[in-house]
């Protein structure tokens, strides 16, 4: 099984940026495509961004579209979110997963779909 860890979060002011990490153990990483999820205090999980297993296919939530890039290194075991123009509102807890069903647009946006979920890192955006 995958096991996951994500790293890179902290306290950014508005317009700011940050680069979220998520390290993953096993030796079938790169079977697996990986999504961003995040989670705001009292509000329901949201999909954020998900990349294909061998990195060539992206898909990414209206909100965050053109402002977070999602990208992968497979020979480092590892999934990126770089995060750009930071607001208020993305403020929370985020996630990364596996995706353990086939790779669609219904698929991904599914968290019902991902297993091997790690921590969680917080993201902070001050106004």
């Known amino acids: 099984q995958v096991q996951l860890v994500e790293s890179g979060g902290g306290l950014v002011q508005a317009g700011g940026s940050l680069r979220l990490s998520c390290a993953a153990s096993?030796?079938?990483?790169?079977?697996?495509?990986m999504g961003w999820f995040r989670q705001a205090p009292g509000k329901e999980r949201e999909f954020v961004a998900v990349?294909?297993?061998?990195?060539?296919?992206?898909y990414y939530a209206d909100s965050v579209k053109g402002r977070f890039t999602i990208s992968r290194d497979n020979a480092k075991n590892t999934v990126y979110l770089r995060m750009n123009r930071l607001r208020p509102e993305d403020t929370a807890v985020y996630y990364c997963?596996?995706?353990?069903?086939?790779?669609?647009?219904?698929?991904?946006?599914?968290?019902?779909?991902?297993?091997?979920w790690g921590q969680g890192t917080q993201v902070t955006v001050s106004s």
């Open positions: 997963a596996a995706l353990r069903s086939r790779f669609s647009p219904s698929t991904v946006v599914d968290e019902t779909n991902f297993s091997s």
């Open positions: 096993g030796r079938t990483f790169s079977s697996y495509a």
């Open positions: 990349i294909s297993q061998s990195g060539g296919t992206t």
